[in-house]
């Protein structure tokens, strides 16, 4: 079943002028050729179509009472006096014949009145380069302190030969007359609207060559090698991406694609991370267990003296605090160092005299949890 003029605009069949025109101002927007490259202008025509007779009371009325397919029908057998195509369009009426002038025109599809003409460049958006990708490996520290990395990559940049214009000779557009533009006339359920449009010859340049440019065959870009330096903020994070703007495939005439870096961040032997946070883990001899002591601990801003006092636990963490990462935004990190009672294989004959003697020593000892503590680590 053909889509009705009510399901062209996505309005009810008692739908109010106002929502009409509401509806087709919007949809106007969203598929006029010279606002988006890729409008589908059939579907353009067909929306026009619609709003110029539903905007019209009398067209309106017989629309429905005829129902779609037999008014359709019988405005192409009788001719259609004007509706159902853009021949023969009242350019000087607006929607119901409420004049419409062109800087209404021009507010709707422009935003902001006639001056909206020059402000969209011929009413095509600006070529963009592709973007590019980049896989960056570091290690822990790099990724936790922040550092710079040379990086080469393949991209298409301008073409030297030709500075990126696509030919020699230049000579100005015969179309255009050098402006990159050329007028053109759009009838529509507003009336006539008179758009520039990028100039099909030049392709909105200006100037056409004498000689293409045979480097690059005329595209103005060429694929070469790129080497780059590229800054890593601190604290970032396995999977973080980072976008260098300008820096993906060059377009003719046109801005820069943007190079993204993906970051992958290699295990560290000692550390691991927990948000800005940094973990390690430490071994201690029993004796420093029992009597305590002083030992230096490496962290990413250099060696800390940490003191272990007497009668420490074997997996007891200590916090040192602002010694994890320092992120450009965000909280200090601390670092958190957990201590492990390192119990030996083998002692030699001083040790082993030692603690046969502690251990005699300990034999009436009424202390059970002390003593049993020992029996555990080496009896």
Do not use: W
């Not at 973007?131 to 940049?157: H, M, N, P, Q, V």
């Not at 402006?179 to 990028?198: D, M, N, P």
């Not at 004498?210 to 590229?230: A, K, L, P």
């Amino acid at each position: 079943m053909p889509e009705d003029y009510y399901d062209v605009l996505g309005v009810s069949r008692d739908a109010s002028q106002k929502e009409i025109k509401k509806a087709y101002k919007q949809l106007a927007k969203e598929h006029h050729p010279d606002l988006n490259d890729d409008a589908d202008e059939d579907r353009f025509k067909k929306i026009n179509e619609a709003a110029e007779v539903l905007t019209d009371e009398d067209e309106r009325q017989k629309y429905d009472r005829a129902g779609h397919q037999a008014y359709t029908e019988g405005q192409k057998k009788g001719g259609g006096g004007g509706r159902g195509g853009f021949d023969g369009f009242d350019t000087g009426a607006g929607f119901g014949g409420q004049g419409l002038n062109m800087d209404d025109i021009f507010d709707m599809f422009m935003g902001g009145g006639a001056g909206g003409r020059g402000g969209r460049g011929g009413g095509r958006r600006q070529r963009s380069g592709q973007d590019r990708r980049y896989d960056l490996s570091l290690d822990f520290e790099d990724a936790a302190l922040g550092t710079e990395e040379t990086i080469t990559y393949t991209r298409k940049a301008p073409c030297e030969d030709c500075d990126g214009r696509g030919g020699h000779n230049a000579e100005t557009c015969p179309q255009c007359n050098g402006s990159g533009k050329v007028e053109a006339v759009q009838r529509t359920a507003l009336g006539a609207i008179r758009t520039e449009r990028r100039c099909p010859q030049c392709n909105g340049h200006g100037e056409t060559f004498e000689d293409t440019c045979r480097t690059c065959n005329g595209s103005g870009v060429q694929t070469q090698q790129t080497t780059i330096d590229v800054d890593i903020p601190p604290g970032v994070e396995d999977g973080n991406r980072l976008r260098v703007r300008g820096k993906g495939d060059a377009a003719k005439n046109g801005r820069n694609g943007d190079l993204y870096v993906f970051i992958s961040v290699k295990d560290h032997e000692f550390y691991s991370r927990d948000g800005n946070d940094i973990h390690v883990d430490i071994p201690i001899s029993y004796v420093q267990a029992v009597y305590g002591d002083k030992v230096d601990v490496p962290t990413l801003h250099g060696d800390v003296t940490l003191t272990i006092p007497s009668k420490t636990s074997s997996e007891t963490t200590f916090k040192l605090r602002g010694k994890g990462i320092h992120p450009n935004r965000g909280r200090n990190g601390d670092q958190l160092v957990t201590v492990h009672i390192d119990v030996p294989d083998a002692m030699n004959d001083d040790e082993e005299e030692a603690l046969e003697a502690l251990r005699d020593a300990q034999d009436g000892d009424t202390v059970e949890p002390q003593k049993g503590l020992f029996d555990k680590l080496f009896g």
